[in-house]
Structures are given as C-alpha cells and as structure tokens.
C-alpha cells in the first residue's frame, strides 16, 4: 500500500499532466483559428484573436508552472 504522501505526489503528476495536454490542445485550436482567420480575407479579426489566445494560453502555462507548489 503505498503512504498518502505518495498518492498526493502521484495525483499532482497526473494533475500537472493534464494540465499541460489541455493547454496543448487549446494552443493548437488557437493556432487553427488563427491560419484560417488569415487564410479568409474578410475574418482577419478571427486570427488577431486566434493569436492573443495562443500567447495568452503559452503565458498562463508559464506563470501555471513557476508558482511554487504547497
């Protein structure tokens, strides 16, 4: 049976894990947005706002993973 600090340590992996493959699949729809905001002339706002998720979503990982865990 394995001590409750290892299930805490074990369940903030899988935690952080999902995290990041959240973060990857919303940095991949944003990069989608934004080749097709640009590939449609008339919709250049849907890749201005494409782009602004797609940094915004790289910031909050970033920031997401330096704060220190308790």
């Known amino acids: ?3 409750v600090k290892g299930l805490r340590d074990a ?3 899988l ?3 999902s995290m990041w493959t959240v973060l990857i699949i ?3 729809a944003w990069a989608i947005v934004a080749v097709v905001g640009f590939a449609i002339e008339g919709l250049l706002w849907i890749a201005i ?4 998720l797609f ?3 790289i910031l909050f990982g970033v920031i997401r993973n330096r704060t220190p865990k308790a």
């Open 1 to 3: 049976m394995l001590p």
């Open 11 to 13: 369940a903030s992996r």
């Open 15 to 17: 935690y952080v894990r």
């Open 26 to 28: 919303l940095l991949v």
């Open 49 to 52: 706002i494409g782009i602004i």
């Open 55 to 57: 940094v915004g979503t």
